[in-house]
């Protein structure tokens, strides 16, 4: 399957430890995007990466959260401290960044705080 | 700025029963482009649809037919002759179209649930 690759699919953290979710983008695609999804709502957009750079973060909480997308390996979101209120599905999305294509979404980590 | 309205919340519907989810959106973009997305029990996401603004022309595919009206700014999804596995959440999304590459703007869904 060379769809975009979330893991883990679940993930469970204490109060106060951090939280790493990865992403492998679909074959060919540089462009990576981080969703959250709040319990009972829709997706909102958090972070919008290309390779090594962030070019939109204006979606991410200011504190505790940070995303990277290094030149090799998978594009990460680390949520330091975690609080109850992060418990949520993260959806990360990928496309070619050209040809106008649509976003392909992975299947999401389901993060719960104990 | 741009923003995505789902004003159904849940509709439950028998089967065989055709069924219409609305989606009305802003935007001061005079390109963009408009999507569905079910998201099943199982949570994934699954693509149904992407519209540029400039095609007004409805979509069937299937079961499903899309009605695109730029004069109401809606995208209206509906699902003809219903079946239990269409049961999901389905969410309308937005995003501006001239580069392709920006975040899509997602209503809060509407969770559709087809009773035997």
């Known amino acids: 399957n060379a769809g975009v690759m979330q893991n883990p699919r679940h993930l469970v953290r204490r109060r106060g430890q951090e939280a790493r979710l990865r992403c492998s983008p679909m074959?060919?695609?540089?462009?990576v995007y981080w969703y959250r999804q709040l319990p009972e709502e829709g997706l909102k957009f958090m972070v919008y990466?290309?390779?090594?750079?962030?070019?939109?973060e204006s979606g991410m909480p200011k504190e505790r959260f940070s995303a990277e997308f290094p030149k090799e390996g998978p594009s990460i979101l680390r949520i330091q401290q975690v609080v109850r209120g992060d418990s949520a599905a993260y959806f990360c999305?990928?496309?070619?960044?050209?040809?106008?294509?649509?976003?392909?979404f992975g299947d999401g980590t389901r993060l719960s705080i104990l | 700025a741009q923003k995505v309205t789902q004003a159904q919340t849940e509709i439950s519907v028998v089967e065989k029963e055709d069924v219409t989810l609305d989606c009305v959106y802003e935007?001061?973009?005079?390109?963009?482009?408009l999507f569905w997305y079910k998201q099943p029990p199982s949570g994934e996401l699954v693509f149904l649809i992407r519209?540029?603004?400039?095609?007004?022309q409805n979509e069937i595919s299937g079961r499903y037919s899309w009605n695109f009206q730029k004069s109401t700014s809606s995208f209206n999804f509906t699902i003809t002759a219903s079946q239990v596995v269409d049961s999901a959440v389905y969410f309308c999304?937005?995003?501006?179209?001239?580069?392709?590459?920006?975040?899509?703007?997602f209503g809060k869904g509407t969770r559709l649930s087809v009773i035997a």
């Open positions: 999305a990928s496309s070619p960044g050209f040809d106008n294509q649509p976003q392909h």
């Open positions: 074959k060919g695609h540089s462009h």
């Open positions: 990466l290309q390779k090594e750079n962030i070019i939109d």
């Open positions: 935007t001061r973009d005079t390109t963009y482009y």
């Open positions: 519209r540029n603004s400039f095609d007004e």
């Open positions: 999304a937005l995003s501006e179209a001239y580069s392709g590459n920006t975040p899509l703007v």
